[in-house]
């Protein structure tokens, strides 16, 4: 069996029908006390007022020796319902009149009174009246249960009413706020109907936070696509850089013979006279000219991009770094990259080139199964140092020794082509700086990026 939760106005609902309760309880409690010694009081003092009056009525009586009449007033006033007994006797103890039973004693429910009959200020005699009262009992019995069953049905009607005020002025309305608040949600706020001011401020701070968590969602989208532009620019210039050392390589072979077929013409043309064979080596002069231009045009496309150095705050810029590339990198396995902070420090290097850089790092960092990495930036007295630490498996010793050589990988194949490091060591020396590897093992790898520092004559 499945135990299902209280709703929340069940029991807001029980905890105000219990409240309701009790405390109709207690003042039912005490109002029934005050009622009961009201009505007790009143029917006591209702005896002592009749009693009085027939001690006066008896003392007439007895000094014209009216006994008849005083026997029938007592009879007359035995057929209340409340009155059980009245005795009427002289200071010699003659009964002169009496009606109904003397009660006993151990009986709770009779109340006996006894009223002297003073003449002057002699006694000449008692009266006794006993009285009943259960029928007042039986009142406030009657009155305690109305009161409670009153008492019942407000705790009822209480629980209906909070339950459906509640259903209507805050679980609806709520209802309302989470639909509003959805990001998936296309309903405007000004389509709900009005919801009460509480509602409203909590509204209100929902949509600021709806705004800020779309806010922080666009950023990340952003990082992002900054991140993969990042990526597919790198990976084209290392594409570049492989197509260009090919292209170098192949225009520093074609170059020698091409200069050694223009040098054997030119010998050509000065030793043989024939025309004919002046006209041919000169065609193919001018074909080995053109070809030796073509290599020439080759080796400068190849080159390198050109570095434009500028002075910045490498603190400030590695921080926006990393902000782009937190993301990325978290989505790759990394869980946190602390950066230690030191004083502002300036150096002169070229911003995009230091970004390439670091995102290559992290990149080959995040492919060999890193968790935590760590910057420190270190000011030297000639440099500033960038040390980039991770804590994954390491470097094999089969490629330390051509560790920034072209082609040199330990990635499978299809998944790299080897001149990441290649391309960070001559971005590196382009800014006039250089990176090393410091150490690798089993409980990681450091590299260190030194950059040139910003004089302040230059400033």
């Known amino acids: 069996m499945v135990n299902r939760p209280l709703s929340l106005s069940y029991r807001l609902g ?19 006390k005050g009622a009961s010694e009201m009505l007790y009081q009143s029917q006591h003092e209702r005896a002592i007022a009749l009693s009085r009056q027939l001690a006066t009525f008896s003392i007439d009586a007895v000094l014209v020796y009216d006994y008849a009449t005083l026997e029938r007033y007592t009879k007359q006033l035995g057929q209340d319902r409340d009155i059980v007994f009245i005795n009427i006797y002289r200071a010699d103890n003659e009964v002169l009149a ?71 002025s805050v679980i609806r309305p709520v209802q309302r706020l989470a639909r509003l608040i959805s990001p998936l949600s296309a309903q405007d706020s000004n389509d709900l109907k009005p919801l009460p001011e509480e509602l409203q401020r909590l509204a209100s701070t929902f949509q600021e936070l709806r705004n800020e968590i779309q806010t922080h969602i666009n950023e990340r989208t952003k990082a992002e696509q900054l991140a993969r532009s990042a990526a597919i620019r790198l990976c084209r210039e290392q594409q570049l850089a492989s197509v260009g050392q090919m292209a170098a390589g192949l225009a520093h072979s074609l170059n020698t013979p091409l200069g ?59 921080e926006k770094t990393l902000s782009l590339m937190r993301p990325v990198l978290q989505d790759r ?7 230690q902070h030191i004083e502002t420090t300036l150096v002169n290097a070229d911003p995009t080139s230091l970004e390439q850089i670091i995102f290559n790092l992290f990149s080959n960092a995040a492919q060999a199964g890193a968790e935590h990495i760590n910057i420190s930036i270190k000011n030297n007295p000639l440099n500033i140092a960038i040390q980039i630490s991770d804590d994954g498996p390491g470097l094999p010793e089969a490629v330390l020794k051509k560790l920034f050589e072209a082609f040199n990988t330990t990635k499978a194949a299809g998944k790299g082509t080897g001149l990441g490091l290649n391309l960070c060591r001559s971005l590196a020396k382009n800014m006039g700086g250089e ?9 990681g790898t450091t590299f260190e990026i030194t950059l040139q520092k910003a004089l302040e004559s230059t400033l």
């Open 98 to 168: 009496q009606t109904g039973q003397r009660p006993d004693s151990k009986q709770s429910q009779f109340r006996l009174i006894s009223v002297p009959m003073l003449l002057g200020h002699s006694i000449i005699g008692h009266v006794e009246l006993a009285y009943d009262i259960s029928p007042t009992r039986s009142k406030l019995y009657t009155i305690g249960i109305i009161g409670f069953l009153t008492l019942t049905l407000m705790v009822i009607a209480a629980f209906w009413l909070q339950r459906n005020v509640l259903e209507r």
């Open 14 to 32: 029980m905890t105000l029908a219990t409240g309701l309760l009790l405390f109709g309880l207690m003042v039912g409690f005490a109002v029934y």
């Open 333 to 339: 396995g990394v869980q946190d990259i602390k950066l």
């Open 260 to 318: 050694n077929i223009r040098g054997y013409t030119q010998l050509a043309r000065e030793e043989l006279a024939d025309d004919q064979i002046d006209s041919y080596l000169v065609i193919i002069e001018e074909q080995a000219a053109v070809c030796s231009d073509v290599v020439k045009n080759l080796l400068v496309a190849v080159r390198p991009p050109e570095t434009h150095l500028s002075h910045f705050n490498l603190n400030t810029h590695i």
């Open 435 to 443: 990176i090393t590897l410091l150490s690798t093992g089993d409980e």
